[in-house]
């Protein structure tokens, strides 16, 4: 009975935390470790959306397909 949805839980959550390393890791991030990534994940930010927008005008392109193209892959990465 319960032992066994215990375990298929356990294995669906390192299943996860294989393809998403990021669920093990936050966990046992430090304040100060959490402050430190949210700066540079933000510092990232700022010199990417510029960089996205005139990327998409010199393709002809509306800026948000830009925004798109730049901040999309950052979030992927960031979850891997």
Do not use: H
Request: aromatic content about 4%.
């Amino acid at each position: 009975g319960k032992k066994g949805s215990s375990d298929g839980r356990n294995e669906s959550r390192l299943q996860l935390s294989k393809l998403f390393p990021i669920l093990s890791v936050v966990p046992t991030l430090t304040r100060e470790e959490l402050q430190n990534d949210v700066l540079a994940g933000l510092t990232v930010g700022v010199m990417i959306v510029p960089q996205g927008m005139a990327y998409a005008a010199l393709a002809a392109l509306r800026p948000e397909n830009g925004l798109y193209s730049c901040v999309l892959p950052i979030m992927v990465y960031g979850m891997l």
